[in-house]
């Protein structure tokens, strides 16, 4: 995949799924016993099939949360964003973030029974840095400025510049064995990496089955292949349709779905454990290329002036609305701590009429607005997957059809949604979203390349404030940063290049088993209950 299309991909995994599995845990209490019993399968739901499963190039957010049931990283993130050992057993910064060491644990060895090494993870980091191999991670958290060498147990990782985030940027690298890099094509339709569980059956559409290594002695937190109440067998269903999912999960045929929408009453009733995390299902996202209304910065403030953020939230949220913090809402969530820096209008219609006006769309006697003797029109899509989109969208169009603006409800199957936000740019706005664990992230979408240049900004956004601060706030040190990052990310609220009405919380669901699921399952968490 060349790096256009690898961008493309990669921002439609972030911008499409609105139920990017993200930040802030919570959980019930389940109905079990509690007491852990080793053994069995643990089941789990994913409302589609993963497709490709190799683990560097791998895009949907099915596969990248199937790639993660068996690819581990150095450093494991747990539920409340901290990095601990995993792979490596330690590690040392430089006091210029341009280095860091990673001293690997000793056995880990690979699904194909080899060693895993500091030379293979070396090699791992190599091949991400490497713009021609358009990897997951390239860009965003390793790039050509890295580079990894090997010293016996030891790996170490230079950056040519200074990198406030090494840690995280480097340590959650899911690493692949060596096998794998030197035949990515290989990993289609297996897996070669250092997981619990290793794939034994995959077929696509229906089910993957994982069996549990035996000679398991290197997991987060002393986890070993004989820690009480892990399964024997982990599988994988696929289940398209979200009341079956519901009813195997009640059932207890499965024993974790993500469950919203109307399913989800029945299934809280019935008092099921759960793990929460954070969905931005309300943010709004802009596109500004020229041609488009919404590239004014005047008609972007008076369209989210006009909304009645408090309204639309609770019906995007289905009642469950959450004030959002921050642009960044996914795992190890950096630089959310101390935010927001940035304040979101209040509502006010007659002032969205002075914008517009201001603007030059005047309204007409037939109470629509024009310029030029076109009318204002906006294309406003969502996720016709999400159940409450519609009917939030539907709200958003009633107020602004009563402020004269013509506005287009458009919902997308994932194809359709696709194709308009990054082949054809035929959208204005939207229940648009992504969801990324830290600033530099969110800077590859509103600050990078657009995707003419293979790059990620494809809602054209052009912030020179954002740029400077972003470009500070890069090779700040770690002290520092963080203010940096969330000064930048105040200005994009400012110039309204995106509007977060409400966050939520997407919970999945649990039925004779816990797990820790800081955006995905973590396997070495699973536990069986009585």
């Known amino acids: 995949m060349n790096s256009k299309r690898k961008a493309a991909a990669a921002l439609a995994t972030a911008a499409l799924t609105a139920v990017a599995l993200t930040a802030c845990t919570s959980s019930q209490s389940s109905d079990s016993s509690g007491e852990y019993v080793s053994g069995g399968t643990f089941v789990t739901a994913m409302s589609g099939d993963p497709g490709s499963l190799v683990p ?40 210029t973030s341009t280095s860091i060491t990673y001293t690997l644990k000793d056995g880990i060895t690979c699904a194909d029974g080899t060693p895993f090494t ?44 200074p990198d406030p985030f090494i840690l995280a940027n480097t340590g959650t690298v899911e690493m692949v064995c060596q096998a794998g890099l030197d035949d990515p094509d290989s ?43 892990l399964p024997d067998t982990f599988e994988v269903r696929v289940v398209t349709d979200p009341g079956t999912a519901a009813n195997l999960l009640l059932s207890g045929d499965v024993n974790a779905a993500s469950i919203g929408g109307a399913d989800q009453d029945r299934v809280e009733a019935a008092g099921l454990g759960s793990e929460g995390v954070r969905n931005p299902i309300g943010e709004m996202l802009f596109n500004e290329r020229p041609e488009r209304p919404t590239s004014d910065p005047l008609v972007r403030e008076a369209l989210v002036t006009a909304i009645d953020r408090e309204q639309v939230g609770e019906v995007v949220t289905d009642g469950t609305a959450e004030e959002s913090k921050s642009l960044v809402v996914k ?19 007659e002032k969205s009429g002075e914008l517009l006006d201001e603007a030059g769309w005047t309204l007409g006697s037939d109470g629509k607005r024009s310029k030029d003797g076109e009318p204002l029109t906006i294309k406003f899509i969502y996720d016709a997957a999400t159940p ?17 603006v013509t506005t287009e409800l458009s919902g997308n199957d994932a194809n359709a949604w696709s194709e308009q936000l990054f082949s054809t740019f035929d959208w204005d706005t939207g229940f648009v979203q992504i969801a990324p664990g830290g600033p530099v992230i969110v800077n590859t979408f509103f600050g990078g390349e657009t995707p003419d240049k293979g790059g990620n900004n494809f809602m054209f956004v052009d912030n020179p404030e954002y740029d400077a601060l972003a470009e500070q706030a890069k090779t700040a040190s770690p002290e520092e940063t963080c203010d940096l990052w969330q000064q930048a990310e105040a200005k994009l609220i400012e110039r309204t290049d995106v ?24 396997p070495t968490s699973i536990r069986m209950v009585g």
């Open 331 to 349: 795992s190890p969530y950096l630089c959310v701590a101390d935010g927001p820096q940035w304040t979101l209008p209040e509502t006010d219609v």
């Open 499 to 522: 509007f977060p009405i409400a966050d939520a919380q997407d919970f999945l669901y649990l039925n004779g088993a816990e797990v820790e699921r800081p955006n995905f399952i973590r």
């Open 388 to 404: 409450s989109h519609a009917a939030a969208a539907e709200l958003v169009q009633q107020t602004w059809d009563e402020l004269g």
């Open 56 to 95: 560097m190039t791998g895009i949907s957010l099915e596969a990248r949360e199937i790639i993660s049931f068996h690819y581990e990283s150095l450093v494991y993130v747990n539920a409340d964003g901290e990095l601990l050992p995993w792979l490596a057993e330690s590690w040392e910064e430089d006091a």
């Open 187 to 229: 990993l289609v339709e297996t897996m070669n990496g250092t997981g619990l569980f290793t794939l034994d059956k995959a077929t696509p559409g229906s089910s993957y089955t994982f069996t549990k290594r035996d000679d398991y002695t290197w997991g987060p937190e002393d986890v070993t292949s004989d820690t009480k109440g």
């Open 118 to 161: 500091a030379e293979t993870a070396a090699a791992n980091i190599t091949y991400n840095a490497d713009p021609a191999n358009a990897t997951f991670y390239y860009g965003a958290q390793v790039s050509e400025r890295m580079t990894a060498t090997a010293d016996g147990n030891q790996l170490t990782v230079t950056s040519s510049t």
